[in-house]
């Protein structure tokens, strides 16, 4: 038979178990039927018991006395130790940290992302102290969503309101006034992962045409776009409705990234196609090289070809931009030092014929061109300081020009919210005919879609 001690160890630790989970002890008058999971511990007990068992009798057989005392003291150890804890001896079976996750359907996971971005100013023309002073000049909300893991939408709504912008022949200026109402100025579905490095694009959106005319107007690091920009564009991105394809070539690796991008849209842009309507296609190529661990670089060609038409005449009508940009981050302390510098060059071919004051219409030179440069130096964690020069060619007229400096000193108070003090001087020539512009300049941004530079 058994010893008289492993038996009362047996007793004692079911009677444990039993006190800690609060099981009745059944009796001849009264009965509880216990929960499944009690049951199923009582069982894994009663396995263990058996075991136990089976070990002190292998032990006795051999006359291991010694040993199987020690068994006993085991057993006897454990069972005051779950006892001082006020619970069972830890499963070994059972996980150290479990994390219970409520399988219920969260609705708030189905919402967009919504966003609100900001920009208002002060400014004072000094040729002309008559203007509003202060312009609340652009909101914007963005609705952004994951719809499954193949696809996504963006909607970018915009109010814009025209005030302190940057005019670069006299003839633009009837495009300064804007309706004050909101628009779409985008609204896509956009594939991303398809095989072969693919992405496609369909909806309204911001094409291709080199890197800043992404950026929405907050983002930039100037108050406007640039000189060639303005004069051949619009004061708007050239935002057009189509498809777009993006492929991420597979080569390179180590010595470069390069991309390329086909859209076909709709021609709706009317300082580049008036009212003609029709199709247009962009084509747009970049690559992207890492000069060291603290620099890299990129550059990119783009062109766009429509058809223009009016009262003088009709020409097809393409628009090339060279993009390149460098930048300089020191490993570790790019959050207080850096330099970007980007530049490029705009052409735009085939203009139509031109009828000045009255006289018969005559063609003018093919092609316009446009020269723009900006750099921003990073001075701490929350100045910056840049500078930009444009020079641009009138469409209308390339034998007018216009030219662009501006000096500025941003201060970022967070992610959120930035400053930036900038003076505009503008020029019809170098000699005469200047405009002088001082303004300061807040955007500020609502939820995740911040002033995104992509």
């Known amino acids: 038979m058994y010893p008289r001690a492993f038996v009362r160890a047996c ?30 511990e009582l069982r894994r007990l009663a396995a263990l018991v058996d075991s136990l068992r089976a070990e002190v009798e292998r032990l006795q057989s051999q006359g291991r006395e010694e040993e199987a005392g020690d068994a006993l003291a085991d057993l006897r150890a454990a069972a005051a130790a779950a006892a001082a804890a006020g619970g069972p001896p830890p499963s070994q079976d059972a996980p150290e940290d479990t994390e219970f996750v409520g399988r219920q359907r969260s609705l708030q996971a189905l919402n967009p992302e919504i966003s609100l971005n900001a920009d208002v100013l002060g400014h004072v023309n000094v040729d002309d102290t008559g203007e509003d002073p202060f312009v609340a000049r652009e909101f914007e909300l963005s609705l952004v969503s994951n719809l499954d893991p193949y696809s996504r939408a963006k909607v970018f709504i915009s109010r814009h309101v025209g005030g302190a912008e940057v005019v670069p022949f006299v003839h633009d200026e009837e495009h300064d006034e804007h309706g004050g109402g909101f628009s779409v100025e985008e609204g896509y579905i956009e594939w991303v992962g398809l095989p072969g490095g693919l992405g496609l694009k369909l909806g309204r959106f911001f094409q291709q045409f080199g890197q800043l005319n992404r ?41 470069g990234t390069y991309e390329a991008t086909v859209e076909v849209t709709r021609r709706e842009n009317e300082s580049l196609f008036g009212e003609t309507g029709g199709v247009a296609v962009l084509g747009h190529v970049n690559g992207f090289w890492e ?59 085939g203009l139509l014929p031109h009828d000045d004051e009255g006289e018969a219409a005559h063609e003018l030179a093919s092609r316009a061109t446009g020269l723009w440069s900006l750099a921003e130096m990073r001075l701490s964690q929350s100045w910056l300081a840049g500078a930009r020069f444009d020079r641009t060619e009138n469409p209308e007229d390339p034998d007018e020009t216009a030219w662009l400096f501006s000096p500025t000193l941003s201060w970022w108070q967070s992610e959120f919210v930035r400053v930036r003090a900038e003076y505009d001087l503008l020029g019809r020539s170098f000699l005469t005919d200047r405009e002088g512009r001082f303004l300061l300049q807040v955007t500020f941004a609502m939820g995740p879609h911040k002033h995104e530079t992509y």
Do not use: K, N
Not at 12 to 40: H, I, K, W
Not at 313 to 341: I, K
């Open 11 to 40: 007793r004692g630790a079911c009677l444990l178990f039993a006190v800690c989970f609060g099981v009745a002890v059944p009796t001849a008058t009264a009965a509880q039927t216990p929960a499944d999971s009690v049951r199923a």
């Open 291 to 349: 000069l060291s661990e603290s620099t890299d670089f990129d550059l990119g060609v783009s062109w766009i070809r429509g058809g223009i038409e009016s009262d003088l005449g009709s020409a097809d009508r393409t628009l090339v931009g060279v993009e390149g940009a460098f930048h300089w981050r020191p490993p570790g302390r790019s959050r207080y030092r850096g330099l970007m510098v980007r530049g490029g060059v705009m052409i735009l071919d």
């Open 215 to 255: 950026w929405h107007s907050h983002a930039l690091p100037f108050q406007s776009r640039s000189l060639p920009h303005l004069a051949f564009i619009g004061e708007d991105p050239l935002s057009q409705t189509g498809a777009s394809l993006h492929w991420l070539a597979p080569i390179g690796g180590s010595s």
